[in-house]
């Protein structure tokens, strides 16, 4: 497995932007997909994002596409994730994630607390 440190949390207000990195160590860490999920107080944890291994592939959850931008530099072994015009409703815990191509997510960050005032 890696392991994964998230950073870059805080509180904003609404409109405004933060930048998530999630920095990996351990195996290979462009031998994994990676991606971003959330998780607020009294819900499920949701997926948000994630890229491929070479970076071509993207997906987004539809609530936040063209707001959020997934993206890695695997030369410094660092996710992120750009979130641009957030709303109260961003407000959560986010977490970083990896899997290999066809398992499933299971190596995760401790997270990061965003909170979006309104």
């Known amino acids: 497995q890696v392991q994964l440190v998230e950073s870059g949390g805080g509180l904003v207000q609404t409109g405004g932007s933060l930048r998530l990195s999630c920095v990996a160590s351990?195996?290979?860490?462009?031998?994994?997909?990676m991606g971003w999920f959330r998780q607020a107080p009294g819900k499920e944890r949701e997926f948000v994002a994630s890229?491929?291994?070479?970076?071509?592939?993207?997906t987004y959850t539809n609530s936040v596409k063209g707001r959020f931008t997934i993206s890695r530099d695997n030369a410094v072994n660092t996710l992120y994730l750009q979130m641009n015009s957030l709303k109260p409703e961003d407000s959560a815990v986010y977490y970083c994630?990896?899997?290999?191509?066809?398992?499933?997510?299971?190596?995760w960050g401790q997270g990061t607390q965003v909170t979006v005032s309104s």
């Open positions: 890229v491929s291994q070479t970076g071509n592939s993207i």
């Open positions: 994630a990896a899997k290999a191509l066809l398992g499933t997510f299971d190596s």
């Open positions: 351990g195996r290979t860490f462009s031998s994994y997909v």
